[in-house]
Protein backbone atom coordinates (compact mmCIF):
# COMPACT_ATOMS: atom_id res chain seq x y z
CA UNK A 1 0.00 0.00 0.00
CA UNK A 2 3.10 2.12 0.78
CA UNK A 3 4.29 1.84 -2.81
CA UNK A 4 0.90 2.17 -4.50
CA UNK A 5 0.75 5.87 -2.56
CA UNK A 6 3.97 6.64 -3.48
CA UNK A 7 3.96 6.00 -6.89
CA UNK A 8 0.61 7.87 -6.92
CA UNK A 9 2.40 10.99 -5.25
CA UNK A 10 5.44 10.79 -7.91
CA UNK A 11 2.67 9.95 -10.86
CA UNK A 12 1.47 13.83 -9.79
CA UNK A 13 4.54 15.33 -9.27
CA UNK A 14 5.87 14.08 -12.67
CA UNK A 15 3.11 14.79 -14.73
CA UNK A 16 3.23 18.11 -13.97
CA UNK A 17 4.01 21.26 -16.36
CA UNK A 18 6.75 22.84 -13.65
CA UNK A 19 8.56 18.68 -13.93
CA UNK A 20 8.78 18.94 -17.55
CA UNK A 21 9.93 22.69 -17.47
CA UNK A 22 12.98 21.81 -15.17
CA UNK A 23 13.60 18.60 -17.24
CA UNK A 24 14.08 20.56 -19.74
CA UNK A 25 16.11 22.98 -18.53
CA UNK A 26 18.31 20.50 -16.86
CA UNK A 27 18.74 19.07 -20.63
CA UNK A 28 19.93 22.81 -21.72
CA UNK A 29 21.98 23.26 -19.17
CA UNK A 30 23.73 19.89 -19.85
CA UNK A 31 23.94 21.02 -23.42
CA UNK A 32 25.30 24.10 -22.91
CA UNK A 33 27.63 23.06 -20.14
CA UNK A 34 28.90 20.89 -23.22
CA UNK A 35 31.91 23.21 -24.69
CA UNK A 36 32.86 23.75 -21.00
CA UNK A 37 33.65 20.19 -20.69
CA UNK A 38 35.03 19.98 -24.16
CA UNK A 39 31.84 17.17 -24.82
CA UNK A 40 33.96 14.33 -23.63
CA UNK A 41 33.40 10.95 -22.64
CA UNK A 42 32.10 12.16 -19.14
CA UNK A 43 30.07 14.98 -20.17
CA UNK A 44 28.02 12.39 -22.43
CA UNK A 45 28.00 9.29 -20.04
CA UNK A 46 26.30 11.83 -17.15
CA UNK A 47 23.09 12.71 -19.71
CA UNK A 48 23.23 8.42 -20.75
CA UNK A 49 22.96 7.48 -17.08
CA UNK A 50 21.25 9.41 -15.79
CA UNK A 51 18.86 9.49 -18.48
CA UNK A 52 18.70 5.82 -18.81
CA UNK A 53 18.07 5.28 -14.91
CA UNK A 54 15.28 7.93 -14.69
CA UNK A 55 13.12 6.19 -17.98
CA UNK A 56 13.76 2.65 -16.60
CA UNK A 57 12.39 3.51 -12.85
CA UNK A 58 9.49 5.58 -14.88
CA UNK A 59 8.31 2.12 -16.67
CA UNK A 60 7.18 0.69 -13.34
CA UNK A 61 5.68 3.83 -12.16
CA UNK A 62 4.12 4.28 -15.34
CA UNK A 63 2.78 0.50 -14.99
CA UNK A 64 1.82 0.81 -11.42
CA UNK A 65 -0.35 4.09 -12.84
CA UNK A 66 -1.75 2.22 -15.70
CA UNK A 67 -2.92 -0.83 -13.64
CA UNK A 68 -4.50 1.24 -11.01
CA UNK A 69 -6.47 3.42 -13.47
CA UNK A 70 -7.59 -0.01 -14.93
CA UNK A 71 -9.09 -1.24 -12.41
CA UNK A 72 -10.90 1.85 -11.19
CA UNK A 73 -12.37 1.55 -14.82
CA UNK A 74 -13.38 -1.84 -14.76
CA UNK A 75 -15.18 -1.07 -11.04
CA UNK A 76 -16.95 1.95 -13.10
CA UNK A 77 -17.76 0.28 -15.86
CA UNK A 78 -19.02 -3.29 -14.03
CA UNK A 79 -21.29 -0.97 -11.87
CA UNK A 80 -22.98 0.59 -14.67
CA UNK A 81 -23.59 -2.70 -16.22
CA UNK A 82 -24.38 -3.69 -13.18
CA UNK A 83 -27.28 -1.46 -12.62
CA UNK A 84 -28.26 -0.94 -16.12
CA UNK A 85 -31.49 -2.92 -16.57
CA UNK A 86 -31.27 -3.70 -20.41
CA UNK A 87 -26.89 -4.42 -20.09
CA UNK A 88 -25.53 -7.98 -20.81
CA UNK A 89 -24.68 -9.26 -17.31
CA UNK A 90 -22.61 -11.47 -19.29
CA UNK A 91 -20.32 -8.20 -20.10
CA UNK A 92 -19.17 -8.29 -16.69
CA UNK A 93 -16.74 -10.48 -16.89
CA UNK A 94 -14.91 -10.22 -19.88
CA UNK A 95 -11.56 -9.60 -18.74
CA UNK A 96 -11.70 -13.43 -18.13
CA UNK A 97 -12.18 -14.52 -21.72
CA UNK A 98 -9.71 -15.75 -24.00
CA UNK A 99 -8.32 -13.50 -26.98
CA UNK A 100 -10.84 -15.57 -29.52
CA UNK A 101 -14.16 -14.99 -27.33
CA UNK A 102 -13.47 -11.68 -27.16
CA UNK A 103 -12.61 -11.08 -31.18
CA UNK A 104 -15.86 -12.93 -31.51
CA UNK A 105 -17.56 -10.58 -29.00
CA UNK A 106 -15.75 -7.68 -30.61
CA UNK A 107 -17.39 -8.35 -34.36
CA UNK A 108 -20.98 -8.93 -32.57
CA UNK A 109 -20.86 -5.64 -31.40
CA UNK A 110 -19.88 -4.00 -34.34
CA UNK A 111 -22.63 -6.25 -36.41
CA UNK A 112 -24.89 -4.77 -33.53
CA UNK A 113 -23.59 -1.18 -34.30
CA UNK A 114 -24.09 -1.15 -38.24
CA UNK A 115 -27.49 -2.28 -37.40
CA UNK A 116 -28.72 0.34 -35.03
CA UNK A 117 -26.97 2.82 -37.14
CA UNK A 118 -29.23 1.21 -40.27
CA UNK A 119 -32.57 1.75 -37.81
CA UNK A 120 -31.79 5.19 -36.66
CA UNK A 121 -31.15 7.08 -40.02
CA UNK A 122 -35.20 4.96 -40.87
CA UNK A 123 -36.51 6.96 -37.97
Do not use: C
Not at 32 to 40: T, V
Request: aromatic letters at 8%; proline letters at 2%.
Amino acid sequence: MKFDRFAQWLANITGRPLTFGLALLLILTWGISGPLFHFDDTWQLVINTSTTIITFLMVFLIQNTQNRDNDELHIKIDELLRTTKRAHKALLDLEDLDPAALHALRKQYQQLGEQDGRHEGKD
